[in-house]
């Protein structure tokens, strides 16, 4: 079975709350779940909400259909209520929308009276309407109790004995009551793992041994910046709070200058200011690693909505030209592993690697079996100055067969570090000669490219080696299109994903030109207006796809609506 649950409401009416509380109920009995968000940019007010898919079976993009609709303002039901499966139920309380509604569809639970007669705050209605949505599933409430103890560690016991009997109130209340309630989920195994695409990114960080980050709060990237702050002390990362995005990047390349990994995060925006970082990384050969969260531009745009429009952006960004790697992961699994590779890329060619992701992503939680970090590469990698040990003659711009030169630590050797943001020799000194100027450019971009290109994986291909249709996609629209092929193997349809996006993988491990090529159509699917990643295949490879699926509004796609649009 597959059920999806959506809370409503305004901001500030712990939706999130309540969201969150489901999906880690969920996951601890077993279940698979997939969340997402939509929100709008204020602090109160405005329509919300949070929408949970759960299932005895993997799910990796959200459905349109609702099979429940918890309702905490008048907007949700007006706005939602169409949603709704034949079956489907609408929870609210009336007491709180000033208003009652019959018919079957409706169920009236009085979220504050439960919350008030079991001597709890009248805030803790989220704690009974979380109760009430299990009590309706015939689901456990045994999980909630730690999940309310781990929210509310900071209070007393008194207080979180109250919770918990709100939270019975709601699941009694709303078993006893919910004459139409017939769900059959049961959770198919033991407890899994539940994980965001921040989180994920910022555990990729924490497993390369990043030691410093530094951003200027952005959504949706400022819960990496979060996370890894409220981990700081354990794992020994420095976490800046920057003026600007300006500071954040050469902080971030300065702490990397003195020898530790280091990353920065922002949004398009943010991004705009950092381009002349960039370009200084690129110059001085400066390893970094960019977390650039994506969101509809130009300008502000939609602060809290999702897009794929900052490909290009992040791959003509900076002045000159240099080498860069770019990556888009497309789901927790993957951003935990290829932020990683980030840092061990970032550093092996002393270059700037971005980590794309989105809003969607970025806000979206996974349930996963887990995960190991023992093959995330080179996280046990530290720059320490050892390659130049015996050197006597050191300069940092050395040129060498691969472009890559010797990085000496400042203070860490008896060398001095010589580098510059002009043109500069190999020991780091300005100069203003062409041969010279030839020389490093052909170091910097052509020598340092032909190494990069072969640590770079071939796109994932799911689904028959024979298909007519073959969908493109790259980074968060992974999982939709996945569950899309899955979901119509009569159509003979495949999916080609790239997560390593730039450089383009080379031919030799998998010839993926070969796949679109005998296919008789080829489908682009893309959350952004122009087909940003169709326009870099047919640039990088001389292919053209044969059709694409845009969407641009700031909403990703539906399993539903991909579906009818093929």
């Known amino acids: 079975m597959d059920y999806t649950i959506k809370i ?88 709180q929308l000033k208003e009652s509604f019959s018919g079957s569809q409706f169920l009236d639970v009085p979220f504050v009276k439960l919350a008030t007669d079991a001597g709890a705050k009248p805030i803790a209605a989220n704690t009974v309407a979380t109760g009430a949505i299990l009590g309706m599933l015939g689901f456990s409430i045994d999980p909630l109790y730690d999940i309310i103890t781990a929210l509310l560690k900071r209070k007393d016991n008194e207080t979180r004995e109250q919770n918990r009997r709100a939270a019975v109130a709601g ?15 049961k959770p198919p195994g033991g407890a899994k793992m539940l994980m965001g695409g921040n989180e994920a990114i910022g555990l990729g960080a924490l497993a390369a041994d990043c030691r410093f980050y530094s951003a200027y709060p952005m959504t949706p990237s400022t819960g990496i910046m979060l996370f890894l702050s409220s981990r700081a002390k354990d794992y020994g990362i420095i976490v800046e709070q920057a003026e600007d995005e300006i500071a954040a990047i050469n902080m971030a390349l300065g702490a990397s200058f003195a020898g530790v990994r280091s990353m920065t995060g922002t949004s398009g925006g943010g991004f705009a200011l950092m381009t002349e970082g960039l370009s200084l990384a690129a110059m001085t050969e400066t390893p970094i690693v960019i977390a650039l969260a994506q969101r509809p531009g130009p300008a502000t745009g939609l602060p809290t909505k999702t897009e794929q429009a900052d490909l290009l952006f992040a791959l003509n960004a900076g002045h000159g030209e240099f080498p860069r790697v770019i990556f888009a992961p497309g789901d927790p699994g993957q951003a935990v592993h290829l932020t990683a590779k980030a840092f061990d890329l970032s550093q092996k060619h002393q270059i700037p690697v971005f980590v794309m992701t989105d809003q969607y992503l970025a806000d979206t939680q996974w349930t996963m079996d887990g995960f190991s970090v023992d093959g995330l590469p080179m996280r046990d990698w530290r720059m ?16 060498t067969p691969s472009g890559v030169s010797p990085f000496a630590i400042p203070g860490k050797t008896r060398h001095v570090v010589v580098t510059d943001s002009d043109e500069h020799s190999e020991a780091g000194h300005i ?4 041969p010279t100027r030839k020389k490093m450019v052909e170091k910097r971009l052509f020598l340092k490219m032909d190494s990069i290109r072969k640590d770079i ?59 679109l090529k005998r296919a008789k159509r080829t489908v682009s699917i893309e959350m952004n207006a122009t087909g940003q990643f169709a326009r870099l295949l047919r640039y990088e490879t001389g292919y053209s796809v044969t059709d694409r699926v845009l969407r641009y509004d700031g909403r990703p796609f539906l399993v539903e609506e991909l579906m009818e649009e093929l």
Request: charged share 25%; net charge negative; with cysteine.
């Open 457 to 515: 994986s071939p796109p994932l291909f799911l689904g028959p080696e024979e298909a007519e249709t073959v969908l493109v996609s790259w980074g968060s629209t992974y999982g939709v299109v996945r569950e899309v092929v899955e979901a119509m193997p009569e159509r003979k349809m495949a999916m080609l994903h790239f997560s390593e996006v730039f450089p383009l993988p080379g031919l030799e491990a998998f010839d993926y030109l070969d796949v």
């Open 431 to 434: 100069i203003e000669d062409g």
């Open 8 to 95: 409503g409401g305004e901001a500030g009416q712990g939706i999130q709350t309540v969201g969150d509380a489901l999906a880690r109920v969920f996951s601890r009995l077993g279940c698979h779940v997939f969340t997402s968000q939509d929100y709008e940019s204020r602090i109160r007010g405005g329509h919300n909400f949070y929408q949970i898919r759960v299932s005895d079976r993997p799910v990796r993009a959200p459905r349109g259909p609702l099979d429940i609709l918890v309702a905490f303002d008048r907007a949700s039901i007006t706005v939602h209520q169409g949603e709704l499966v034949e079956q489907g139920i609408i929870v609210y309380d009336s007491s």
């Open 384 to 399: 320490d100055g050892k390659e130049i040990d015996g050197v006597d003659d050191y300069r940092r711009h050395a040129f």
């Open 171 to 185: 699941y009694e209340y709303a078993a006893k009551n919910c004459g139409r309630c017939a769900f059959t989920l």
